[in-house]
């Protein structure tokens, strides 16, 4: 028996080959299929709930022990993962965002990927420039320089230009303007009704509810996938309180465990006193390791990404 946990995430998992936005940054389908063939034949999948227990000294898991986890509530988790999870007997972990799923918005970091998706980063990096400037006396802002300075960097998956246009839309810039810049990306370059978009992008609150009662794990995104590092601990808890009373509503078990996947990985210790507040039990990050749970807060546990495991 082991304390040791491969934790693996998925975001995207779509036919790319027949989407309209092939270029999005997800995970073939068939590749997914064969993914999990392959973690069935090498590993032991694990539930939310058996992981829980061994965070508390309550159990250990087995032996190369593995728990997939899905992030951010798209339909596409309900319509494509979730039946070949069910077929397979694992228990999948799925982490949504209540803001999209509760009430059909589209969220600033959708935008962006499908606007990343349909035009090239440096033009769209270029475009976002512009816009600053030519909002410069609207708001408080930084120059174009340093601006760059600070988030034009590349990292594991994306280019720096792609870096760059995701940090300054998600986190860098005030939130009114980021938001009004990425709307205006969004229609013009994507061009799609965003009420139509949202509704086809989330799982439904229904759908959330029936893979909660059908074996897997539904728990918190927060409410509104902010950045929670860069929010105040009253926004903090706010955005945990609310996630946590949505959960309850749709059956995830809040009273007896709940875990968290943080947004964007992101979180401080101004969070952690919130989360140990609320009794949360379990954190996932998005630092690519091993879990250790012997070793590691629980709330601070690493994720592999899927490009980081072997597909037959």
Not at 50 to 57: E, L, N
Not at 82 to 87: E, G, K, M, S, T
Not at 127 to 132: H, M
Not at 291 to 301: E, H, P
Request: charged letters at 25%; hydrophobic letters at 40%; a negative charge.
């Amino acid at each position: 028996m082991s304390n040791t946990l491969t934790v693996v995430m998925y975001h995207y998992v779509r036919d790319l080959r027949r989407s309209p936005y092939p270029a999005i940054k997800g995970l073939e389908l068939d590749r997914f299929r064969a993914q999990v063939r392959f973690l069935r034949e090498n590993y032991t999948p694990v539930s939310m709930a058996s992981v829980a227990r061994a965070a508390r000294g309550k159990e250990s898991l087995p032996e190369r022990a593995v728990l997939l986890t899905f992030d951010d509530g798209y339909a596409e988790h309900y319509e494509n993962c979730f039946p070949i999870l069910r077929d397979e007997g694992i228990s999948g972990a799925f982490f949504a965002p209540v803001a999209p799923v509760r009430d059909r918005v589209l969220l600033d970091v959708n935008r962006v990927h499908f606007v990343l998706s349909v035009r090239d980063a440096g033009e769209i990096a270029t475009e976002i420039d512009r816009l600053v400037d030519a909002n410069r006396h609207l708001f408080d802002l930084l120059p174009i320089a340093d601006y760059r300075s600070k988030w034009a960097h590349p990292t594991r998956f994306d280019h720096s230009n792609t870096i760059y246009v995701k940090r300054m839309l998600q986190v860098a810039l005030p939130e009114p303007l980021r938001n009004k810049i990425a709307k205006e990306l969004f229609a013009r370059f994507v061009g799609v009704d965003e009420d139509v978009f949202a509704d086809e992008l989330y799982c439904s609150v229904d759908q959330l509810r029936l893979m909660q009662n059908s074996g897997m794990y539904v728990g918190s995104h927060g409410c509104t996938h902010v950045w929670l590092d860069a929010v105040d601990e009253d926004q903090q808890a706010c955005e945990i309180e609310g996630s946590l009373s949505f959960l309850r509503s749709i059956g995830s078990p809040v009273d007896d465990y709940w875990a968290i996947a943080y947004p964007y990985g992101a979180w401080n210790s101004s969070l952690l006193n919130v989360l140990r507040r609320n009794r949360c039990t379990l954190g996932f990050t998005t630092e690519p390791a091993i879990a250790d749970l012997g070793a590691r807060d629980a709330l601070r546990l690493p994720r592999m990404d899927t490009n980081d495991i072997p597909i037959n």
